[in-house]
């Protein structure tokens, strides 16, 4: 180990977990439209860690359950390798557990005009106060220039092909259906009946969507039987009001402008039509969710609360915790490992194990 990493690995900075046993880059999907996001990350457990309990050590061959993680990114940004969007600590977390997880990336749509100059101007602004505090106009030159280059390359290079909320729905389904079919090549002890989905933010939306509009899996002959439990952070389940009950109220108007007015619908569809709790609805079989919101959420606790509400309503198995602390949007997923989601996230799959 050289010197750089030691000192990586005594500041935290590195996990401990063993990086040979990640299996990268792994193509879900090839077709004709394949794109360089189809991808995603396996992480194994280490072979001397184990859910079997010591009576069970003449067992060797026990099935282990499968975590599949989808990042976050309000829809335009965001990788399975990002650390800062938790992936990887998610990963790598549920395979010391004793666990498979599987953290897939799926394709961005475009970031919008006035999402972006929205954005550019708000940092804009803290680098133009920042400048005037250091007398550095260079600062603001180059954040200009800097900006420039960012749409140019997200807008002529980056995506292409505009991409929509199927587009992002068929690319889970696909993802999955490898994980099915394919995860035994990479771990023969994986179990395919018991699939636990993971998301979080606009990850957490796309997996809720997919179990809730069961139309998604049927398009790709996806059993949703598989899925054990459904685990969603500070995700946004109403696409039209998820910040306040209010559609006129100024932080839905924000959420609109900066990441609604991003997504792009299928031809005659809506926002509505891709909002989770809109599907919501008595006599269906689903599997048990568990919720969890941030304690500074931007408001998205919001949403979580009508969504756990109406799940209580039609009598459908939910668990909800907000994560305190000085736990944020952001941080509950990328501080994962540390924090009390991860003791929630796992008690809640044990308990729905088969």
């Known amino acids: 180990m050289s010197i750089l990493s030691y000192l990586a690995r005594c500041l935290h900075l590195r996990s401990s977990y063993d990086s040979s ?58 990788s399975r390798t990002h650390e800062w969007r938790g992936g990887p600590t998610i990963g790598r977390t549920s395979a010391k557990e004793g666990f498979v997880g599987v953290v897939a990336s799926y394709r961005l749509a475009r970031i919008s005009p006035i999402s ?29 220039a800097f900006m420039i280059v960012a749409y140019a390359y997200k807008f002529l290079y980056k995506v292409r092909i505009p991409v929509n909320l199927e587009h992002m729905a068929d690319d889970l ?14 771990c023969p002890q994986a179990d395919t009946n018991q699939i636990f989905l993971t998301g979080h933010s606009a990850g957490a939306h796309l997996i809720s969507l997919l179990v809730l509009d069961k139309t998604h ?15 969603v952070m500070s995700g946004i389940y109403s696409l039209s009001n998820p910040t306040h009950d209010s559609h006129n109220n100024i932080r839905n108007l924000m959420f609109r402008i900066l990441y609604e007015s991003s997504l792009m619908y299928p031809e005659g569809k809506t926002m509505y039509e891709y909002s989770p709790i809109e599907y919501i609805k008595a ?17 998205l606790e919001i949403d979580a609360q009508r969504f756990v509400e109406k799940l209580r309503q039609h009598n459908y198995q939910v668990e909800y915790y907000v994560i305190g602390g000085i736990t944020t949007h952001g941080t509950i ?7 009390e989601a991860r003791r929630h996230f796992f008690t809640f799959i044990r308990q729905n194990m088969i």
């Open 21 to 78: 046993l990640i299996i990268r880059d792994v193509a879900y999907f090839s077709g004709s439209d394949a794109h360089v996001n189809h991808k995603l990350d396996i992480f194994l457990p280490a072979p001397s860690k184990t859910l079997l309990s010591p009576a069970d050590e003449e067992e060797p061959q026990k099935k282990v359950p499968i975590i599949v993680h989808i990042h976050g990114g309000g829809w335009v940004r965001g």
């Open 116 to 144: 972006f100059f929205t954005w550019s101007f708000i940092f804009g602004l803290i680098i133009l106060i920042t400048s005037l505090a250091i007398l550095s106009w260079q600062l603001i030159t180059g954040y200009v």
């Open 173 to 186: 389904c696909r993802a999955l259906v490898y994980v099915r079919d394919h995860i035994h090549e990479h």
């Open 217 to 231: 899996f049927e398009r790709h002959n996806f059993d949703s039987s598989s899925i054990r439990g459904v685990i």
């Open 283 to 299: 006599d269906s079989t689903l599997p048990p969710f568990l919720v969890m919101s941030a304690r500074f959420d931007m408001g």
């Open 333 to 339: 997923a990328s501080r994962f490992s540390k924090n």
